[in-house]
T-cell receptor, first 117, second 112 residues
């Protein structure tokens, strides 16, 4: 009965490197959301994906950030050429959106704490 | 643009006391959620509120929703130290996306 699994829990990168964050949704969930939490702030929506489709990426920075949710395997949030301002906690959430089941909350993973040196 | 505001941002209270956290949002929404976050941890779902007048209770916490006033409250009764955490309300943006717009969070510190 595993929940949302994210890895790694902590990731350290130097400026200019690439960061890859992984998220496996809860069993039976086909909708994945990525949020970013800066220190002392609330979570900010980044992107919403279904299998092989990006549904809403209105919260993604225009450059360096990309996300995918392939048919097989976890969802990946990729940050290229990282900068100090990318340091944050990145949370993945999943849900099971079925017509009529509107009372299902999004379930969150433990997050990946990204630190940029 | 949907905006969600919580107050207070920080709340220090003594064990045994009652208090209320407020969550205001700027446009209509069908669903509102309350989450709890412990330091360095993930978010734990507390309540899902779906309709005007909805009230849900779990232990010492009770949440309510007034969609006409665009206001939700999280009431704490007879606080205990274990309730110390950051509490977030989140409003469903609706439409095809179902993304959540989070409030700023309320850091609750319950003193023994």
């Amino acid at each position: 009965n595993a929940g949302v699994m994210q890895n790694p829990r902590h990731l350290v990168r130097r400026r200019g490197q690439e960061a890859r964050l992984r998220c496996s949704p809860m069993k039976g969930h086909s909708h994945v959301y990525w949020y970013r939490q800066l220190p002392e702030e609330g979570l900010k929506f980044m992107v919403y994906l279904q299998k092989e489709n990006i549904i809403d990426e209105s919260g993604m920075p225009k450059e360096r950030f990309s996300a995918e949710f392939p048919k097989e395997g976890p969802s990946i949030l990729r940050i290229q050429q990282v900068v100090r301002g990318d340091s944050a906690a990145y949370f993945c959430a999943s849900s099971k959106l079925v017509a009529g089941l509107v009372d299902q909350p999004q379930h969150f993973g433990d997050g990946t704490r990204l630190s940029i040196l | 643009e949907l905006k969600v505001e919580q107050n207070p941002l920080f709340l220090s209270m003594q064990e045994g006391k009652n208090y209320t956290i407020y969550c205001n949002y700027s446009t209509t929404s069908d669903r509102l959620y309350w989450y709890r976050q412990d330091p360095g941890k993930s978010l734990e779902s507390l309540f899902v509120l779906l309709s005007n007048g909805a009230v849900k209770q779990e232990g010492r916490l009770m949440a309510s929703l007034d969609t006409k006033a665009r206001l939700s409250t999280l009431h704490i009764t007879a606080a205990v130290h274990d309730l110390s955490a950051t509490y977030f309300c989140a409003v469903d943006y609706g439409g095809a996306t179902n993304k959540l717009i989070f409030g700023t969070g309320t850091l609750l510190a319950v003193q023994p």
